[in-house]
């Protein structure tokens, strides 16, 4: 059973930066996991922010975050990191990451096995 911690939330004014990190414990073979990441705001369904590939070699975002934010992993440290720049009042949500084993790169919610328990962002106007 693989699990999943978020950390690096907060509060920042819009135009800011902050950076998200998830660790996986438990579980074997991390670096056979696809990552992502999904943000939920209030009243708003869950959607897909960033993903990257079991090597790293592969990533996608969604629009609404490309050129802004950068997904990275660390296979040997079993973590997967969020670089959030030029923040926007609209970022404002909770932040989980998922993994699951594949080789691909998942952009779909319900392609996700473990999720993490979520960490919020808040970015003031």
């Known amino acids: 059973q693989v699990q999943l911690v978020e950390s690096g939330g907060g509060l920042v004014q819009a135009g800011g930066s902050l950076s998200l990190s998830c660790a996986a414990s438990?579980?074997?073979?991390?670096?056979?996991?696809?990552l992502g990441w999904f943000r939920q705001a209030p009243g708003k369904e869950r959607e897909f922010v960033a993903a990257i590939s079991w090597s790293g070699g592969r990533t996608s975002y969604a629009d609404s975050v490309k050129g802004r934010f950068t997904i990275s992993r660390d296979n040997a440290k079993k973590s997967v990191y969020l670089q959030m720049n030029s923040l926007k009042s609209e970022d404002t949500a909770v932040y989980y990451c998922?993994?699951?084993?594949?080789?691909?790169?998942?952009?779909?919610?319900?392609?996700?096995?473990?999720w993490g328990q979520g960490t919020q962002v808040t970015v003031s106007s």
């Open positions: 998922a993994g699951t084993s594949t080789t691909g790169v998942m952009i779909r919610a319900d392609s996700y096995v473990y």
């Open positions: 438990g579980g074997t073979f991390f670096s056979n996991y696809a």
